[in-house]
């Protein structure tokens, strides 16, 4: 009952969440779901700034939530727990991870990103990223490490494959499978992330997984008009919905609740993204969140 190679054992817990994971012990059966909108007017005018700095590959709205989700983690310590095998960790790391379509056909591959983040990166180093990241992925016949990986077991034959997939299953199950085998897996990183609008869907909700250690999902909509309520007024505005997906067993509804208001106060005040991912809040802005 230890340290895993990507997150430190938890041993002080509360009485609540070292039961739950006994009563609730599959990831699937604690999913929460959050339905949130962020107001797209300021962002949008800190983009046109941007995109002056780098005219060859354009700052926009991803980049920037990837940033805002990677600084809130950074900054909610309780957003880096995951539960695996009834025992509670702590990330090694800050990291996120999604799905890049290599060409927007039917037959068109997917390939993974998954980033690394740094306690001092900027959204400067989050796009740089990105950008060097989709310059390789996007290249003609480019597998990423995990999908090589799957390739390999679906090529050899099926009499060996299948118990040899089944003890990495176990292996997974029990914290005991090699780091090589995981390291660009989407599952095992701090947070998911999908962008439906760039595909021309409206927002959804991404299930969780037993497999992996992911404890949150983020899915992106398609941005627009849309209103907002506001002293019995309702106001059309730039914004974009954003469905959160999370496992309710590492905080509880009052942290998940003031994490996604720090996130769109990251959105909303575009400005902070130019700061550290681990710069702390001053005392004003804590005091909007509360």
């Known amino acids: 009952m230890g340290d895993r190679f990507d997150a430190v054992y938890v041993k002080d817990i509360d009485s ?105 990166w900027t959204i400067d180093d989050v796009h740089d990223e990105i950008k060097r990241q989709l310059k390789k992925l996007k290249q003609k016949g480019y597998a990423d490490e995990s999908t090589s990986v799957m390739d390999k077991f679906n090529k050899i034959p099926k009499w060996i494959s299948r118990p040899a997939v089944s003890l990495v299953c176990k292996l997974e199950k029990i914290g005991k499978i090699p780091k090589a085998l995981v390291e660009t897996d989407p599952y095992h990183s701090s947070i998911v992330l999908a962008n439906l609008g760039s595909i021309g869907l409206p927002n959804g909700y991404h299930h969780l997984t037993n497999w992996g250690t992911t404890s949150m999902f983020l899915l992106i909509g398609t941005a627009g008009r849309i209103p907002f309520f506001e002293d019995e007024k309702v106001e059309f505005r730039d914004g974009v919905e954003v469905g959160f997906t999370v496992d309710e067993r590492i905080a509880d509804g009052y942290y998940f609740a003031k994490s996604i208001r720090m996130l769109q106060l990251f959105l909303e005040q575009p400005e902070l993204l130019d700061r550290p991912l681990n710069e702390k809040l001053s005392d004003e802005l804590w005091a909007k969140l509360k």
């Open 16 to 120: 609540m969440h070292f039961i739950m994971p006994f009563m609730y012990p599959d990831r699937c059966d604690n999913q929460a779901f959050f339905t949130f909108k962020i107001d797209l007017t300021n962002l949008n005018a800190y983009l046109q700034k941007k995109c002056a700095c780098d005219p060859e590959y354009k700052y926009n709205m991803f980049q920037c939530i990837v940033t805002a989700a990677l600084k809130t983690i950074t900054l909610r310590s309780k957003l880096s727990l995951f539960i695996h095998d009834r025992k509670m960790y702590r990330r090694n790391e800050v990291s996120a991870a999604f799905t890049v379509k290599q060409e927007f056909s039917d037959e068109g591959g997917e390939v993974l990103a998954f980033i690394h983040a740094k306690p001092e």
